[in-house]
């Protein structure tokens, strides 16, 4: 006998009251420090039903602030700032992680402050243009080849955020290893060409993911720990490769054996991008003994099927939740949903953000 999504199931050490997730999405509205601001409270504390929340990318450094306004986890101050947010997302019991999110290659030095450089396994640029607030859409750059110094620092600065996530009150972190970023580009032979001991083979592309992985583990927990994945995507230049099946398959096994609490899997076909091969999902879902959240376009319908087939524990929803603060309501009583403000997503303040309308 299958759950409903809107029953309780465990997350770890959690009991979550539904197996509803709020998908994490850049919004862009901390400062210019990085600092959240008062409005992130109230956005997230309205959206509170979900099981549980997945913050929007936050960067982990100063070198992985890759777009403009958005938040960090380095320093004490946006640790402070952090607090009030977590408070109020956590105000109906809704369990809460922070998704640590170096952009690596994807970033541009009018989003990133004084002294900060745009890193990357290799020194292959991303074709293309990004958004800056002082210049407008600009090229991206080409990032600088990761010394050994840089990776070591960056696992560092990935461990300090994980802690930094904790003390603001969060119940754990996501690991973005999805969209393109700097953990999917150690990964990809694309924008990968090491020789060293970080690149070349499966093994050593996923080297740097999976220490992350151990030293945020041994820092913090693993019941604290999940990371989220996107094989096939296409996001920021990514795309599938002779190897993709055996290198997420081997991470499962490792992520496995390292203790991590979930692997939150997105699909974005329905965005337009490759359909991830059903065999392929089957086979990572096989291969992953605790909790597993699938999200990318789902509708209360299909959410559920998926628990139903056992190809998800809990279902993350995105762009409804961001149109929907009481998503879970309206997909409960079959209510009309909100259609999101494409125009809004990442401007500053409050419309489009905590301006939708609930029911009632």
């Known amino acids: 006998m299958t759950s409903s999504i809107f029953e309780p199931a465990l997350?770890?050490?959690h009991q979550l009251k539904n197996r509803i997730v709020m998908n994490p999405m850049t919004r862009s509205r901390a400062d210019v420090d990085a600092v959240p601001t008062p409005i992130m409270a109230t956005y997230y504390g309205q959206r509170d039903t979900a099981g549980m929340i997945i913050t929007e990318g936050i960067a982990p450094s100063p070198n992985g602030r890759g777009y403009a306004r958005i938040p960090g986890l380095w320093n004490d101050t946006?640790?402070?700032?952090?607090?009030?947010?977590?408070?109020?997302?956590?105000?109906?019991?809704?369990v809460v992680f922070a998704q640590l999110m170096h952009t690596g290659r994807v970033s541009h030095p009018s989003n990133m402050p004084a002294g900060a450089k745009i890193v990357a396994p290799s020194a292959i640029a991303l074709a293309g243009q990004m958004y800056t607030d002082a210049d407008g859409m600009q090229d991206y750059p080409v990032p600088q080849e990761?010394?050994?110094?840089?990776i070591q620092q960056a696992k560092a600065e990935i461990v300090t955020a994980a802690k930094n996530a904790i003390a603001a009150g969060f119940d754990g972190v996501e690991l973005h290893s999805a969209?393109?970023?700097?953990?999917?580009?150690?990964l990809s032979p694309d924008t990968n060409k090491r020789t060293d001991g970080w690149g070349g083979s499966v093994a050593k592309r996923s080297r740097f993911l999976l220490e992350v992985a151990q030293e945020v583990v041994a820092a913090i927990g693993g019941d604290k720990v999940g990371i989220r994945i996107s094989p096939y995507g296409t996001a920021?230049?990514?795309?599938?490769?002779?190897?993709?099946?055996?290198?997420?398959?081997?991470?499962?096994?490792a992520l496995d054996k390292i203790g991590?609490?979930?692997v939150h899997l997105v699909d974005h076909a329905a965005m337009g991008n490759p359909a991830i091969p059903a065999d392929f999902r089957a086979k990572l879902r096989a291969a992953w003994p605790r909790?597993?959240?699938?999200?990318?376009s789902l509708d209360a319908a299909s959410a559920q099927a998926a628990v139903d087939a056992g190809a998800a524990d809990l279902v993350g929803?995105?762009?409804a939740f961001l149109a929907n603060p009481d998503l879970v309501a309206r997909m409960q009583t079959g209510a009309e949903l909100n259609a999101p403000d494409f125009a809004t997503f990442y401007t500053p303040g409050e419309k489009g953000y905590t301006d939708y309308p609930t029911l009632g």
């Open 260 to 262: 991590l609490v979930y």
């Open 291 to 296: 909790t597993f959240i699938v999200g990318g």
């Open 11 to 13: 997350l770890g050490p």
């Open 236 to 253: 920021s230049g990514m795309a599938a490769y002779a190897e993709v099946d055996e290198t997420y398959l081997a991470l499962m096994a």
């Open 317 to 319: 929803f995105g762009r």
């Open 78 to 94: 946006q640790v402070a700032a952090w607090k009030p947010v977590t408070t109020a997302a956590k105000a109906k019991g809704a």
């Open 146 to 150: 990761m010394t050994e110094a840089d």
């Open 179 to 186: 969209n393109g970023y700097l953990l999917e580009q150690f």
